[in-house]
C-alpha cells in the first residue's frame, strides 16, 4: 500500500545542506573582505596622490615655477644624500666598535697566556727553591748524623739509590756509616756495598703501642712465603734487627755511646713510617701528599738513638716522566698528566692494567685513557672521553700503590 505525502508531485526542495549552507557563506565573506582590502589600498594611493599633487601643485602661470621645482629637487636630494651619509657613519660606528671588541677580546686572551705563563714560571721558581732547600737539609742530616739509613722503594731499589751523594758521605769528617733499608728479599741478597736491611714499616692505625714481629730467625730455606709475611702483616718487621745493626755501629772500642742517625731518601718511600716503627708511636706524621715533610725533626728513640727526619729529594737528574713518577708535584699541579703515564706503560704489565680498571684490551696511550676514562664515567661536552682526568686517576693510582709493580733482582734475571 502507498504511502500518502502532501507534497506535490514533479517538485523538490529548495533547501540545501547545511555543509554546503556554511561553505556558501564563507566564500561569500572572503569575497567581501578582499574588495574592502582593495578599496582601502586605492584610497591610501589616491591620497597619496593628491598630497604629492599638493606639494608640488605650482600654477602653470607661475613666472618662477622651474626655478621653484628644481629648489625643491636639490632639497629632496640632499635629505636623501644627508640620511645615506647618516647610515654610512651608523655603519662605521657599529665596525668600529666591533673592532675595539674584537682588540679588547684578543689583548684579553693574551693577558690570560702571559699569566699562566707567568704562574708557571713561578711553580717553577717555587720548585726550584724548594729543592735547593730540601737538598741543604739533606746535607745538614749527612753532617750532623753518624748513620745515614737511606730508605729504598721497594718497587725499584736500585732507582732509589744516589750513588754520588754517598760517595759525598763517605768523604765527609768522621766515620760516617750508610744503611740501606728496603723491603724485597731478593734485593738484599744483591747489595753487597753497604749493610743492608729487610724492613716492613707498621701500617696499624693507633697513635701509640705499634706491634713489631721478627722474622730473621727464619732460615733462608724457611723463607720461602716470606713475601706474604711481609704483605699480609700490618705489624712493623725488621725494626729490631734495624736497631741491634744501629746501636753496634754505636760502640766506639766495646762501648755503647749515642749515635744519631740521618733518614733519607727520594719522596714517598716510607721514611717518616720507618721511625714510627722503630719508635712504636705515631712520633711523625704520614701521608702520600708529596711534599708532606717541611722541615726536619728530631725524635729520641731511646737514651742511645737520636733519628733525624727530613723530607725527600730526587738526587739525580732523570728524566721528566720519571721525576712526575716519583711523586714530587701533586697530581693537580702537574700540567700534562699524560706524559708519565707513558712510563707507566713500559713498567707494568697490561694483564695487571686490563685487571685493576677492567677494561678491554688497548694498543697505546690514548686508548688505554679513553677506556679508563669510559669505565671511571669521566666524559666532557658531547660525551667525548676527558683523557687528562683518567690520567690524573691513574697517576692517584700509582703514587697510592694500587698498581702492583716491581723491578726482578738481577741474579733472578741471570737464573731465567
Not at 718511600?269 to 712520633?283: C, D, E, M, T
Not at 703515564?341 to 713500559?346: A, H, M
Not at 694483564?351 to 664515567?377: D, H, M, P, S, W
Request: proline share 3%; glycine share 4%.
Amino acid at each position: 500500500m502507498a504511502k500518502f505525502t502532501n507534497k506535490p508531485k514533479g517538485r523538490t526542495s529548495k533547501r540545501l545542506a547545511l555543509n554546503k549552507k556554511y561553505k556558501i557563506e564563507k566564500k561569500v565573506k572572503q569575497h567581501h573582505k578582499k574588495l574592502k582590502k582593495e578599496a582601502r589600498k586605492m584610497s591610501a594611493l589616491g591620497q597619496i596622490k593628491k598630497t604629492s599633487s599638493k606639494e608640488i601643485g605650482i600654477p602653470n602661470m607661475y613666472p618662477f615655477k622651474k626655478n621653484v621645482i628644481e629648489t625643491l629637487k636639490r632639497k629632496k636630494d640632499q635629505e636623501e644624500q644627508e640620511k645615506k651619509i647618516q647610515k654610512l657613519q651608523q655603519k662605521e660606528e657599529l665596525d668600529l666598535n666591533l673592532a675595539e671588541v674584537k682588540s679588547n677580546l684578543y689583548e684579553t686572551k693574551a693577558q690570560v697566556v702571559v699569566e699562566e705563563e707567568q704562574i708557571k714560571q713561578e711553580n717553577l721558581t717555587q720548585l726550584t727553591k724548594e729543592h735547593k732547600k730540601y737538598i741543604t737539609q739533606v746535607k745538614k742530616v749527612a753532617e750532623a748524623a753518624d748513620i745515614l739509613l737511606i730508605i729504598l722503594d721497594a718497587r725499584d731499589p736500585l732507582a732509589c739509590r744516589c750513588k754520588h751523594l754517598e760517595r759525598e758521605i763517605l768523604g765527609m769528617p768522621g766515620d760516617k756509616k750508610i744503611i740501606l733499608a728496603m723491603q724485597m728479599h731478593g734485593w738484599l741478597i744483591c747489595e753487597r756495598e753497604f749493610a743492608t736491611v729487610l724492613f716492613k714499616a707498621n701500617t696499624q692505625q693507633q697513635q701509640s703501642n705499634l706491634s713489631s714481629a721478627s722474622i730473621y730467625k727464619k732460615t733462608l730455606s724457611q723463607r720461602q712465603d716470606l713475601a706474604d709475611d711481609l704483605t699480609s702483616s700490618s705489624k712493623a718487621i725488621g725494626a729490631d734487627k734495624l736497631l741491634e745493626l744501629i746501636k753496634n755501629y754505636s760502640k766506639n772500642d766495646g762501648v755503647k755511646s749515642s749515635v744519631t742517625v740521618g733518614v733519607i731518601g727520594y719522596p714517598n718511600v716510607g721514611k717518616s713510617s720507618v721511625i714510627n716503627s722503630l719508635k712504636r708511636s705515631k712520633a711523625c706524621a704520614v701521608s702520600s701528599t708529596p711534599g708532606f715533610t717541611k722541615g726536619l725533626q728530631e725524635v729520641v728513640i731511646d737514651s742511645q738513638v737520636k733519628i733525624i727526619d727530613c723530607p725527600g729529594v730526587v738526587f739525580d737528574s732523570e728524566n721528566k716522566e720519571s721525576t712526575l713518577l716519583r711523586n714530587i708535584i701533586k697530581i693537580e699541579q702537574i700540567e700534562d698528566p699524560r706524559e708519565p703515564i707513558g712510563e707507566i706503560l713500559k713498567k707494568v704489565s697490561k694483564n695487571e692494567l686490563l685487571l685493576l680498571y677492567k677494561i678491554q684490551t688497548f694498543n697505546n696511550l690514548n686508548e688505554f685513557l679513553c677506556q679508563v676514562a669510559l669505565a671511571r664515567g669521566k666524559l666532557q661536552k658531547g660525551g667525548i672521553p676527558d683523557l687528562d682526568c683518567a690520567a690524573r686517576i691513574v697517576l692517584q693510582d700509582w703514587n697510592q700503590g694500587k698498581i702492583k709493580y716491581f723491578t726482578v733482582p738481577p741474579n733472578q734475571i741471570e737464573q731465567e
